[in-house]
């Protein structure tokens, strides 16, 4: 499955905010965005005063971020949104629950990865179940009650240990036993549960036009 491998820091500056797609190391001293607060590039440092983006590229901007911050190529995630607007319900929560029950994103926001690339590749490398079962796609849709754990020669995994050294908490929709290394989906996400800096409308209203 195709991936982007290109530096990562550069498109946290390319938004203008973070999306700490490099876990700790976002939040220490080495934190590129944090050196450069400009946009990469030539022209990246230069300033353009007087001039507001329009409508479009605000729109582009926002679906770039929510993108980027799941790890999520524009084929995939072209077919996410198309399976938001024939839901029914609001379709831009929709398209956030779906991210959100990504297998990938439940490791990670079980605090058994630092960051969504971590987590996809702990996911390939087969270092997880799925009620029971090995589960080596990261794409996968976990369901309510589905539980995600371990396998058993991978409950020692340091980057596992060491993501859960962290102490991060869990949202609410999740349960998570940090011992046995287990994660079950209590309930599906809801709006409070997913604490993100994007206007995920604006998505919709994009691939609407």
């Known amino acids: 499955m195709a991936r982007y491998t290109g530096a990562v820091c550069r498109l946290c500056r390319r938004e203008g905010q973070k999306l700490y797609l490099k876990g700790d190391r976002c939040n ?13 590039g030539m022209h990246g440092s230069g300033t ?8 479009y590229a605000m729109q582009l901007r926002e679906k770039q971020k929510l993108r980027t911050t799941y790890g999520v190529l524009e084929r995939q995630f072209r077919g996410y949104v198309a399976k938001a607007l024939g839901a029914p319900g609001v379709s831009g929560f929709i398209l956030l629950q779906i991210l959100e029950r990504r297998l990938d994103t439940v490791v990670r926001r079980a605090g058994m990865a630092c960051s969504q690339a971590q987590a996809r590749q702990l996911v ?37 240990v060491g993501s859960q050294g962290r102490g991060v908490q869990p949202p609410g929709w999740l349960e998570v036993d940090g011992d046995a290394r287990r994660v079950t989906v209590a309930r599906l996400p809801e709006p409070e549960d997913i604490n993100l800096d994007i206007d995920e409308q604006q998505v919709i209203e994009f691939y609407a036009r």
Do not use: L, W
């Open 48 to 55: 353009r005063r007087g001039r507001r983006p329009s409508d």
């Open 124 to 160: 390939r490398h087969r270092h997880f179940n799925v009620n029971g079962r090995v589960c080596n796609v990261p794409s996968m849709i976990v369901r309510e009650g589905d539980v995600i754990e371990a396998r058993t020669n991978s409950r020692d995994h340091q980057a596992i």
């Open 28 to 40: 220490g001293p080495k934190c590129a965005f944090d050196k450069k607060a400009y946009k990469p």
